[in-house]
């Protein structure tokens, strides 16, 4: 069984920054693939942001050049990095694993934590 476990959110500042942690326990040889979803109120989970064990990378394109997901597989943990904040990307922040990137962007994943809220006000 994977759990994962989920830090750094916070209220930040429209144009703030922002780093999430997660941190990763159970399975890890089943897992390749971690990455960051995230969800609005009233609105459906959606990518942010994927990386894989060999470094290959998927973003959303409306965190392209504002969000870095980065891993530190010594760690077993994901990180993405948030800059330039906006009102728009506040949300609940999940943390997922999968087996590769083009399982989880069909919808296959192996396990999720339970979020981090990330609120963008001024």
């Known amino acids: 069984q994977v759990q994962l476990v989920e830090s750094g959110g916070d209220l930040v500042q429209p144009g703030g920054s922002l780093t999430l942690s997660c941190v990763v326990s159970g399975s890890i040889p089943s897992i390749n693939a971690m990455g960051w979803y995230r969800q609005a109120p009233g609105r459906q989970r959606e990518l942010v942001a994927i990386?894989?064990?060999?470094?290959?990378?998927k973003l959303a394109d409306s965190v392209k050049g504002r969000f870095t997901i980065s891993r530190d597989n010594a760690k077993n943990a994901v990180y993405l990095q948030m800059h330039s904040l906006k009102v728009e990307d506040t949300a609940v922040y999940y943390c997922?694993?999968?087996?590769?990137?083009?399982?989880?962007?069909?919808?296959?994943?192996?396990?999720w934590g339970h979020g981090t809220q990330v609120t963008v006000s001024s």
């Open positions: 997922t694993v999968g087996r590769s990137i083009f399982g989880m962007t069909r919808g296959e994943f192996t396990s």
């Open positions: 990386t894989s064990s060999l470094g290959s990378t």
